[in-house]
C-alpha cells in the first residue's frame, strides 16, 4: 500500500514563494507517476502538476513558468515549488500517485489511485 504524506503548510503575501513535500513510503517514487492537484471551496479539483517515471513533467496552464515539480527520488519525496504566489493559488493542495506499473507516462488526466490528506495554501493580497 502506497501513503502519501504531505507537509508544507503555507500562508503568503501575493508574489511570494512556498515549498509543498509529499513524502511516499510502500513503493519507491522512481517507479510511480506522481503529482499535485488542488482543489479551492467551490470549485472542482484540478491538476496542477505531474511528473512520470522519467521525470518527464507536466503542468497546468495555470502553473507554468511559476510552478516547479521535483522529485526526489533518493528520499522518496515529491516536492512542489510555487513563486509568484497569487490569491487564485489559494486551495487545498494533495499529492496523488499511480498505481505502479510497466508504463513510463502518467494516465492523461494525471495519477489518481493514492492520495495525501491535503494541505492547505493561502495567499493574501
Known amino acids: 500500500q502506497i501513503q502519501l504524506v504531505e507537509s508544507g503548510v503555507g500562508s503568503v503575501q501575493a508574489g511570494g514563494s512556498l515549498r509543498l513535500s509529499c513524502a511516499a513510503s510502500?513503493?519507491?517514487?522512481?517507479?510511480?507517476?506522481m503529482g499535485w492537484f488542488r482543489q479551492a471551496p467551490g470549485k472542482e479539483r484540478e491538476a496542477v502538476a505531474t511528473?512520470?517515471?522519467?521525470?518527464?513533467?507536466t503542468y497546468a496552464d495555470s502553473a507554468k513558468g511559476r510552478f516547479i515539480i521535483p522529485k526526489d527520488n533518493f528520499k522518496g519525496t515529491l516536492h512542489l515549488t510555487m513563486n509568484s504566489l497569487k490569491p487564485e493559488d489559494t486551495a487545498m493542495y494533495y499529492c496523488?500517485?499511480?498505481?505502479?506499473?510497466?508504463?513510463?507516462?502518467?494516465?492523461?488526466?494525471?495519477?489518481?489511485?493514492?492520495w495525501g490528506q491535503g494541505t492547505q495554501v493561502t495567499v493574501s493580497s
Open positions: 511528473i512520470d517515471k522519467t521525470n518527464k513533467p
Open positions: 510502500g513503493y519507491t517514487t522512481t517507479s510511480l507517476c
Open positions: 496523488a500517485a499511480e498505481h505502479p506499473s510497466s508504463r513510463p507516462t502518467c494516465p492523461k488526466d494525471g495519477p489518481s489511485n493514492y
